[in-house]
C-alpha cells in the first residue's frame, strides 16, 4: 500500500491522490463503508472521529465528530451524492455546529472516491478533493488562523495557571 | 483542519501570531477580512455593514493592516482595501498542507487493511 502520486491543480482548486492497496476492491470499500473503520483513519491520532450517522447511498448522509485530547468535539457532515458501491462514492464534506447541524457559513469540499482492480491484483484508489472557490480556501485559511489562535491562547492559559 | 491549523501556527513566528490573535480576537474584524478577501472594497462600504462610526470601521482596518492581514488603496479621495496579496499563494500552501492530511490517512488505512481480518465463518 503505498501513495503513488499526488496531484495538485491550482485553477482547478483540486488535489488528487492515487494510492495502491493490496487487497481486492471490496475490502478497500469497506474503509469507507463500514463506520468503524472509517472511525480509524479519517481523524488524526489525536482527534479520533466517531461517526453518529451512516448512510452511504445516493442522497444519504454521514454525520461524525473528532474528539480532541482536551475532549473538545469537533463536527463534520458528508451528503452523499453518488455512491455506486464499491466502485465510487462522491460526497460533500461539511463543517457542523455542536449540534451536528451543518454550518452553511463554513466551506464546503467535494470528495469523489473511485476504486478500480489493478492488473495482477489489488486495488487502485483514487481520491480528489475539489474546493468551491478560491474564496473557500482562503476562508479556510483565516479560520485556520484563527483556530490556530484559539489553540495557542489554551497554551498561554495552560502556562499562566501552571 | 485541525491538521492545518496546527501547522498554520507553527509556521507563525511569536510576535506575528500576538499581533495576528489580537487583528482576529473581534468579531467585526474577522467579518471584515472575509469581505475583503474576496474582493476590494471602500471604507465606507464596509461601514455600511455595522452599526458602527466610519472611524470606528477605520480603527478595525487598521488593526487588521498592521497584523499584514489587509492593504490599504487611495484611488483619487477614496481609500479602498483589499485582502493580502500574498493570501492568495496561500491556496497553495493550503493544498500542501491539505496533501499532507491525505498521506497520513492513507498511512492509517495502510494499518488497517494490514491487521488481520474477521472473517465471517460462513
Redesign the interface.
Known amino acids: ?3 503513488t502520486a ?1 496531484t ?1 491543480d ?1 485553477n482547478e ?1 483540486t ?1 488528487t ?1 492515487d ?1 495502491e ?3 481486492p476492491v471490496d ?2 470499500w469497506q ?1 469507507w463503508g463500514d463506520p468503524r ?1 472509517l472511525e ?5 491520532p ?2 479520533p472521529a466517531t461517526m453518529v450517522q451512516h448512510d452511504l447511498t445516493s442522497g444519504g448522509t454521514v454525520t461524525y465528530y ?1 474528539t ?1 485530547p482536551e475532549g473538545e468535539r ?1 463536527h463534520g457532515w458528508w451528503r452523499v451524492t453518488q455512491a455506486d458501491a464499491p466502485r465510487l462514492l462522491v460526497v460533500e464534506d461539511g ?1 457542523a455546529d455542536e449540534n451536528g447541524q451543518p454550518n452553511p457559513d463554513l466551506p464546503v469540499t467535494i470528495m469523489r472516491v473511485s476504486l478500480d482492480d489493478r492488473p495482477g491484483g489489488g486495488t487502485a484508489v483514487t ?1 480528489t ?1 475539489t474546493f468551491a472557490s ?2 473557500a ?6 479560520m ?6 484559539r ?3 489554551a497554551q498561554m492559559d495552560a502556562i499562566l495557571a501552571a | 483542519m485541525i491538521n492545518y491549523n496546527q501547522m498554520v501556527v507553527d509556521q507563525l513566528a511569536d510576535a506575528d501570531v500576538d499581533r495576528l490573535f489580537h487583528a482576529l480576537a473581534d468579531a467585526t474584524r474577522r467579518d471584515i477580512v472575509r469581505r475583503v478577501v474576496a474582493g476590494e472594497h471602500s471604507i465606507s462600504d464596509l461601514a455600511r455593514h455595522y452599526p458602527m462610526s466610519m472611524t470606528a470601521v477605520q480603527k478595525h482596518v487598521a488593526v487588521l493592516e498592521g497584523a499584514g492581514l489587509v492593504s490599504k488603496n487611495r484611488h483619487g479621495r477614496e481609500q479602498r482595501v483589499s485582502g493580502r496579496v500574498e493570501a492568495l499563494h496561500e491556496a497553495q500552501r493550503l493544498l500542501d498542507m491539505l496533501e499532507q492530511v491525505w498521506r497520513d490517512r492513507v498511512d492509517r488505512m495502510g494499518a488497517l487493511l494490514a491487521e488481520p481480518t474477521l472473517e465471517d465463518p460462513t
Open positions: 500500500m503505498t501513495v499526488v495538485k491550482l482548486l488535489m491522490v494510492a492497496f493490496d487487497v475490502r478497500a474503509l473503520q480509524r483513519w479519517w481523524g488524526p489525536t482527534h473528532m480532541g469537533f463543517f481520491i478533493s478560491l474564496e480556501m482562503e476562508q479556510l485559511i483565516s485556520g488562523m484563527e483556530e490556530g489562535l489553540q495557542a491562547m
